[in-house]
C-alpha cells in the first residue's frame, strides 16, 4: 500500500498569514493527488485534483504543487472560513490512501 | 446539482450485517464510478471500496475485503455498501462519494452527507 505521511499534523495560524501543508508519498504517484477541507459534522470538499488544478468554485487563495512524492498544499491569506482539517489523498493505486489530516486552528 | 443521499445506517451487534443505499441525481449516473468513504469517531478518512461506472469491477480496502461489497443498479441511480460480519471497529460515518471518472478511480469530486453505522453488543 502507498503510505501518505502529512505534516504537520495540527497548527496554529491567525487570519491573513500564509499556511503550508505538506504530503509524501511512499512511492512514486505521479501528479494522482488531491487535497480536502473538512469542517466539523461536515461531509469533506475537494479543493485541489491533480496536484495542482484547483476545483471549480474554490477561491484563488488555495494552490497546490509537488509531483512524484512531495506535495504542498498552500493558502496564501487565510481567512476565517479556511479553519478546518485538511486532507492530502492518493488515486495512484489501490488501495485509495489519505494522509492523517491537518488541523488548521485559530492562533 | 449533483446530490448523493445515504441512508440505512443504524445500531447493530458485532456479527450482524447491514445495507447502506446512495442514492444519486444532478448527473449521469451509469457513467461515474462510486466509492465509499468511512470515518469513524474522531479519525481521519478511510477509503472503503469503488466500483467502477457499469459495475463491472470493484475494488475494497484490506479492512473490509471478504466482508463488505459494493454493487450499483444503475436503473435506480443508486449504489449499494453491503456489510456483513460486522465488527465494531466498523463503527463509523459513511460517506457515498462521486468519482469524476468512469473506469478507475480518481478520487471524489461529490460527497454525500454521510450516515452513521454503529456496532455495538
Known amino acids: 500500500d502507498i503510505q501518505m505521511t502529512q505534516s504537520p499534523s495540527s497548527l496554529s495560524a491567525s487570519v491573513g498569514d500564509r499556511v503550508t501543508i505538506t504530503c509524501r508519498a511512499s512511492?512514486?504517484?505521479?501528479?494522482?493527488l488531491g487535497w480536502y477541507q473538512q469542517k466539523p459534522g461536515k461531509a469533506p470538499k475537494r479543493l485541489i485534483f491533480?496536484?495542482?488544478s484547483l476545483q471549480s468554485g474554490v477561491p484563488s487563495r488555495f494552490s497546490g504543487s509537488g509531483s512524484g512524492t512531495e506535495f504542498t498544499l498552500t493558502i496564501s491569506s487565510l481567512q476565517p472560513e479556511d479553519f478546518a482539517i485538511y486532507y492530502c489523498l492518493q488515486h495512484h493505486d489501490y488501495p485509495l490512501t489519505f494522509g492523517g489530516g491537518t488541523t488548521v486552528e485559530i492562533k | 446539482q449533483v446530490q448523493l443521499v445515504e441512508s440505512g445506517g443504524g445500531v447493530v451487534r458485532p456479527g450482524e450485517s447491514l445495507r447502506l443505499s446512495c442514492e444519486a441525481s444532478?448527473?449521469?449516473?451509469?457513467?461515474?464510478?462510486m466509492h465509499w468513504v468511512r470515518q469513524a469517531p474522531g479519525k481521519g478518512l478511510e477509503w472503503v471500496a469503488f466500483i467502477r461506472y457499469d459495475g463491472n469491477d470493484q475494488y475494497q480496502a484490506d479492512s473490509v475485503k471478504g466482508r463488505f461489497t459494493i454493487l450499483r443498479d444503475n436503473s435506480r441511480n443508486t449504489v449499494y455498501l453491503q456489510m456483513n460480519s460486522l465488527r465494531t471497529e466498523d463503527t463509523a460515518v459513511y460517506y457515498c462519494a462521486k468519482d469524476p471518472r468512469g473506469y478507475t478511480a480518481h478520487g471524489f469530486d461529490y460527497w454525500g452527507q454521510g450516515t452513521l453505522v454503529s456496532v455495538s453488543s
Open positions: 444532478g448527473f449521469s449516473f451509469n457513467e461515474y464510478g
Open positions: 491533480a496536484a495542482s
Open positions: 512511492q512514486d504517484i505521479i501528479k494522482d
